[in-house]
């Protein structure tokens, strides 16, 4: 099995820098996906890390460490949108499948 | 139109009925998966089939079955629905082609209520 951790919930400002972690115990890894999802809407992905280092998508990044089991997403320059749950998932394994931490929810206040 | 479709949206059952959760998919990817979600449990994977005659149990499978009727439908069925079947539920899919980095396309969610 896959053991998953990443905060349940987190706060921040509009305007401001989030980090968002998640650390992970997996056999064949093969890389790590990042999901958004608002409430009661379908998750849509955000990244896939696959070699160590940072990859930038405009307002959103994501790091990954192999030889720690971590990563993270850092989202820039928060807008109110951005209020949302966001889901850390390795792949392992043949089939790729990922498997799903339970969520980190963040809030952008004003 | 989504590209990843679930019928019914939402449905309330009793317990003990037999209900089947739908998927159909116009993205031609030859993989297919179905979630459910849970408040502060996550998405937990219950089966999953990479073509038409291909089917694989996930995390938690006991009391659900599946069909493949084609590489672009894939049911979920409860044949006997319990309380704590209550979720909601996911389809999705993915394109194991060279490539794709195999990220998932979710459908929009089937609420299910066993009361």
């Known amino acids: 099995g896959q053991n998953i951790d990443q905060p349940t919930e987190m706060t921040a400002t509009e305007g401001a820098i989030v980090q968002i972690n998640c650390t992970y115990q997996?056999?064949?890894?093969?890389?790590l996906f990042w999901y958004q999802q608002h409430a009661g809407e379908a998750p849509t992905f955000l990244s896939y890390?696959?070699?160590?280092g940072l990859e930038e998508k405009g307002r959103f990044s994501s790091f990954l460490s192999r030889s720690k089991g971590y990563s993270y997403l850092l989202l820039k320059e928060l807008q109110m949108k951005d209020s949302a749950s966001y889901l850390c998932?390795?792949?392992?394994?043949?089939?790729?499948?990922?498997?799903f931490g339970r969520g980190t929810s963040l809030i952008v206040h004003p | 139109d989504a590209d990843v479709t679930q019928t019914p949206r939402n449905r309330i059952t009793k317990t003990g009925k037999r209900i089947m959760l739908e998927c159909s998919q116009t993205k031609g990817h030859d993989r297919m998966y179905w979630y459910r979600q849970d408040p502060g449990l996550g998405l937990r994977l219950i089966y999953y089939?990479?073509?038409?005659?291909?089917?694989n149990k996930g995390e938690i499978s006991d009391g659900y079955s599946v069909s493949r009727q084609a590489q672009a439908k894939f049911s979920l069925s409860l044949e006997s629905a319990i309380p704590n079947q209550t979720a909601l539920y996911f389809c999705?899919?993915?394109?194991?082609?060279?490539?794709?980095?195999?990220?998932?396309?979710f459908g929009e969610g089937s609420r299910l209520t066993v009361l």
């Open positions: 999705a899919t993915s394109d194991s082609g060279q490539g794709g980095t195999g990220e998932l396309f």
């Open positions: 998932a390795p792949s392992s394994g043949g089939s790729y499948i990922p498997t």
């Open positions: 089939s990479f073509d038409v005659k291909d089917i």
């Open positions: 890390n696959v070699l160590d």
């Open positions: 997996t056999s064949g890894f093969n890389g």
